[in-house]
């Protein structure tokens, strides 16, 4: 990503509204600023320790890309303005302006899965384990069952996926049900 798509903001200058955890990058934090050159700082809150970074795009939509230190599922979460009208569309407007796909996001929250739901048809379903707090989509084939293979010589196939035995889904990625 150029610097010239999106400022940093500074930590005291926190957007307010900008509290929803929309989706979970599988990168972590040193990843995303090698990939992007976007610098995070250090705080700790009444919960934990974390690392954010605050940026804002040049239409002046802001994003807060956070992993607290203890959070035992790998990732950075995209933090958005809670009053947002449409979740999954300002979460690809940031995911293009740093070059990822959508199969780059590992959780989903519940608004996010609403309203891509509202836009196409969501490939992922709610849990009915944990109520919805995750997904449980397989992330080897993104709920298909089936991935793609490229034979060394010859046309590509698509074969029954070994992370989830061809069922399009593995355990809730939030209650591991």
Not at 84 to 96: G, P, T, W, Y
Not at 122 to 130: G, I
Request: net charge positive; charged share 25%.
């Amino acid at each position: 990503m150029k610097k010239t798509e999106f400022k940093q903001l500074s930590p005291k200058n926190w957007p307010q509204g900008l509290d929803l955890p929309a989706v979970t990058l599988a990168m972590e934090p040193d990843a995303l600023s090698q990939r992007c050159g976007v610098s995070f700082f250090e705080d700790a809150d009444d919960l934990d320790q974390y690392r954010a970074a605050i940026v804002q795009l040049l239409d002046g939509t802001c994003y807060a890309l956070f992993r607290y230190a203890r959070t035992p599922i790998p990732g950075t979460s995209i933090w958005i303005d809670r009053r947002s009208a449409n979740v999954a569309e300002q979460v690809r407007k940031l995911l293009s302006v740093i070059h990822l796909e959508d199969t780059a996001v590992a959780w989903e929250s519940q608004e996010y899965i609403k309203s891509k739901g509202q836009q196409r048809g969501s490939r992922r379903s709610v849990c009915a384990s944990c109520g919805g707090k995750g997904t449980v989509d397989c992330n080897a084939c993104q709920g298909r069952g089936v991935m793609k293979v490229r034979a060394a010589s010859g046309p590509s196939s698509e074969v029954r996926c070994q992370g989830c035995g061809g069922k399009g889904e593995t355990a809730c990625l939030a209650c591991g049900r």
